[in-house]
């Protein structure tokens, strides 16, 4: 029986994995949502697992100075939902993938949760077709330079911890966080706090369900301006 033919980009997907299927009938069931027809969830399952023992062994070897505890959150922090999210789209997934016209509405993205189930599903299915070795050998490629973006330091923190750090490490005064707004309902209320810097002559608002997530929101967006002006 011949092998399904493939399209461009499911094609250049391969290269970007540096594995080349042979099996493609395992290569399109990774790339199958269960809208368009049959279901890769076992895929995703030996996915994950893999994703998670690599990212492990990967922490281990490299960080030899981090206890248990902060491993743990530096690999929470890559295995996540929105990590692996962004990989596939920079893999050109939502275009590889086959998914019922109902998830591929016009101007619409694919969510998160699909394209990060179908990174998984493909690691799995690198497995499958070759080896345990080869489908970290791909993780390890897809993960190093986001490891080496992420600053290890920060992992863990909230917005508000990581703000007041950065001030008191300039013996700074600590932002002041005012509730400029108090409203919506009581099953949905509605929150806008302002966080003042004055040490650093800025302001941010955030907006929240709650006066402790808009101050995180705002203290977020304090950060997302010194970060900015760093930058430029």
């Given at each position: 029986?011949?092998?399904?033919?493939?399209?461009?980009?499911?094609?250049?997907?391969?290269?970007?994995?540096?594995?080349?299927f042979a099996r493609t009938d395992l290569f399109l069931q990774a790339l199958?949502?269960?809208?368009?027809?049959?279901?890769?969830?076992?895929?995703?399952?030996?996915?994950?697992?893999?994703?998670?023992?690599?990212?492990?062994?990967?922490?281990?070897?490299?960080?030899?100075?981090?206890?248990?505890?902060?491993?743990?959150?530096?690999?929470?922090?890559?295995?996540?939902?929105?990590?692996?999210?962004?990989?596939?789209?920079?893999?050109?997934?939502?275009?590889?993938?086959?998914?019922?016209?109902?998830?591929?509405?016009?101007?619409?993205?694919?969510?998160?949760?699909?394209?990060?189930?179908?990174?998984?599903?493909?690691?799995?299915?690198?497995?499958?077709?070759?080896?345990?070795?080869?489908?970290?050998?791909?993780?390890?490629?897809?993960?190093?330079?986001?490891?080496?973006?992420?600053?290890?330091?920060?992992?863990?923190?909230?917005?508000?911890?990581?703000?007041?750090?950065?001030?008191?490490?300039?013996?700074?005064?600590?932002?002041?966080?005012?509730?400029?707004?108090?409203?919506?309902?009581?099953?949905?209320?509605?929150?806008?706090?302002?966080?003042?810097?004055?040490?650093?002559?800025?302001?941010?608002?955030?907006?929240?369900?709650?006066?402790?997530?808009?101050?995180?929101?705002?203290?977020?967006?304090?950060?997302?301006?010194?970060?900015?002006?760093?930058?430029?």
């Amino acid at each position: 029986m011949a092998e399904p033919l493939l399209n461009a980009a499911q094609q250049a997907l391969q290269e970007a994995l540096g594995h080349r299927f042979a099996r493609t009938d395992l290569f399109l069931q990774a790339l199958t949502h269960r809208s368009f027809g049959a279901v890769h969830e076992r895929l995703e399952f030996l996915g994950d697992s893999i994703l998670n023992c690599a990212v492990s062994d990967l922490l281990y070897r490299r960080h030899v100075d981090l206890d248990e505890g902060q491993l743990s959150r530096v690999r929470s922090h890559l295995v996540r939902q929105d990590t692996l999210a962004s990989l596939g789209r920079r893999l050109n997934l939502p275009e590889c993938m086959r998914v019922g016209a109902g998830e591929r509405r016009q101007g619409f993205e694919l969510k998160d949760s699909i394209v990060a189930d179908c990174l998984e599903a493909l690691i799995g299915a690198v497995a499958l077709d070759s080896s345990f070795d080869a489908a970290s050998a791909c993780v390890l490629a897809l993960m190093t330079p986001v490891l080496d973006a992420t600053p290890l330091n920060t992992l863990g923190k909230d917005a508000k911890t990581r703000l007041q750090e950065l001030l008191q490490g300039r013996r700074l005064e600590l932002p002041v966080y005012r509730v400029l707004v108090e409203g919506g309902t009581q099953s949905s209320p509605h929150f806008r706090v302002e966080c003042d810097v004055q040490a650093l002559g800025l302001k941010s608002e955030g907006l929240g369900t709650s006066r402790k997530t808009a101050e995180q929101s705002a203290a977020q967006a304090v950060l997302n301006e010194l970060e900015g002006k760093q930058a430029s």
